[in-house]
């Protein structure tokens, strides 16, 4: 079975420092990744997604990717991360087709102080 | 970005009873949606697919006959929990893809169940 795997549980920066958060995925076929945030309090929001293509996507808010595929991976990065970057970090998963589901890994959370 | 709505967004209920939760999708047309669970500081977790005009499939382990799933259009589809207990207490989450352009999974602002 597919599974992803976010290694930093917690992370806690200074503002402006950079920020990269790992994601590996197990699953040999044609995948699509997403990072997804959830601020407190609100609901799931996409950060990025990679389809195909360059493999270093950019995303909202100054984030962006890259899809390594020989090493399974699809980390996250911000140059320099702001106060208002504190949230849930989820990297997610699915298949190929349109009634593929989505598998999560188990989320950072991201806390930057002042 | 598309928007899916779920209602309510929380709810407290007594054991045994059933509570019903939806989640809509908003502009767009949703063959297939999702429901998640979620437990504190943890993932989310899927417990079934489901869609629209047929049986949802669920995950392993989801219990079909407590968690009833219906996706009677294109732009709704409810959860159910059925004799509810505190253990059902959770964080549930749906979402939806549009299927006219299927690049990403919306998401609805969630529902916080309490069971007491």
């Known amino acids: 079975a597919q599974s992803v795997s976010q290694h930093n549980h917690h992370v806690i920066l200074s503002e402006a420092a950079s920020l990269e958060l790992g994601c590996n995925y197990s699953?040999?076929?044609?995948?699509?990744l997403f990072w997804y945030v959830q601020y407190p309090g609100q609901h799931l929001q996409l950060l990025l997604k990679?389809?195909?293509?360059?493999?270093l996507v950019k995303g909202i808010k100054g984030f962006e990717a890259e899809f390594i595929k020989s090493k399974f991976s699809f980390n996250l990065r911000k140059p320099s991360v702001q106060w208002s970057d504190t949230a849930e970090y989820f990297c997610?998963?699915?298949?190929?087709?349109?009634?593929?589901?989505?598998?999560f890994g188990t989320g950072t959370r991201l806390q930057v102080t002042l | 970005g598309a928007v899916v709505s779920q209602h309510p967004s929380w709810v407290i209920c007594k054991s045994g009873t059933s509570v019903k939760i939806e989640c809509r999708s908003l502009?767009?047309?949703?063959?297939?949606m999702f429901w998640y669970r979620q437990f504190p500081k943890q993932s989310l977790m899927l417990m079934a697919t489901?869609?629209?005009?047929?049986?949802?499939?669920?995950e392993q382990g989801v219990e079909k006959d407590k968690f009833l799933i219906n996706h009677a259009s294109l732009t709704l589809s409810t959860l159910t929990v059925t004799s509810a207990h505190p253990e059902d207490s959770s964080f549930y989450i749906c979402?939806?893809?549009?299927?006219?352009?299927?690049?990403?999974?919306?998401f609805g602002q969630g529902t916080r169940l309490t069971v007491v």
């Open positions: 979402s939806a893809r549009d299927q006219g352009t299927d690049t990403e999974a919306f």
């Open positions: 699953y040999g076929g044609t995948v699509n």
């Open positions: 990679y389809f195909s293509g360059d493999p």
């Open positions: 997610a998963v699915r298949l190929t087709g349109t009634a593929s589901k989505l598998t």
């Open positions: 502009d767009f047309q949703a063959t297939t």
């Open positions: 489901s869609n629209e005009g047929s049986k949802a499939t669920y």
